[in-house]
């Protein structure tokens, strides 16, 4: 078989009027063009993925606009809401200062953190605060951890100190994954494990008519330097 074919090739050679060297060429040169067609394919992806590292939190066509929040589950001990999950999530939900609650955003689709915080216990410099009811002032944010992307769990004081050596008089954040921890009443700011930032915190609202909670995307990101 293996002189058959030999044989055979040599034929079809010689009725294409080719050269060896002429077809080694032309194989050569469709080989280049697939090199190239792939690295151009790669340069292309790695290029589009770096543009999209440079566009700033919220700047998304996609996303801007305004959006209900819903409850979901959270696997926190201490969550006291897996009771309204998938339902509209608002201000009147929270019995007191002092809880949290996992929420989403069906349309994006994005996992969120509503906290609903003592009032007094709040840094002075944070930001995009709400404020409710006596004593108590809102805020919202990305659950996407800083560290690998795992959903953040708001916890009560007394499970978050079982989980992580951190110690305050109040509710805060820990992730999961690998104990991220976070301080809500500080702008989600990092106070143990390995996320390199705090967690994103996002413009809410509360709609004075039904309570419902709502959170904007319109190039706007609490924390940075300047608020558009």
Not at 120 to 146: H, R
Not at 173 to 195: E, R
Request: proline share 7%.
């Amino acid at each position: 078989m293996p002189r058959d074919s030999a044989l055979e090739k040599d034929r079809r050679i010689e009725e294409s009027g080719l050269s060896r060297e002429d077809i080694i060429a032309e194989r050569r040169d469709f080989i280049k063009k697939g090199v190239y067609l792939a690295g151009a394919g790669a340069l292309f992806a790695t290029a589009a993925g770096s543009v999209a590292a440079f566009i700033p939190p919220y700047v998304n066509p996609f996303i801007d606009g305004t959006y209900d929040v819903l409850f979901s589950h959270s696997d926190a001990a201490s969550s006291w809401s897996n009771t309204k999950e998938n339902q509209k999530m608002r201000a009147s939900d929270f019995p007191r200062p002092g809880l949290g609650a996992q929420g989403k955003i069906p349309e994006i689709p994005m996992n969120v953190i509503i906290a609903y915080m003592i009032k007094e216990k709040v840094s002075p410099t944070m930001l995009g605060l709400v404020d409710y009811g006596a004593g108590g002032t809102f805020a919202a944010f990305n659950a996407k951890c800083k560290h690998l992307g795992c959903t953040a769990l708001w916890r009560a004081e007394a499970e978050a100190e079982t989980l992580v050596p951190v110690n305050l008089d109040h509710d805060f954040i820990v992730c999961p994954c690998h104990l991220g921890t976070y301080n809500i009443y500080d702008s989600a700011k990092v106070l143990f494990g390995p996320p390199p930032a705090p967690l994103d915190q996002l413009k809410m609202a509360i709609d004075t008519a039904d309570g419902q909670i709502r959170i904007t995307f319109k190039r706007y990101a609490y924390g940075r330097s300047k608020q558009v």
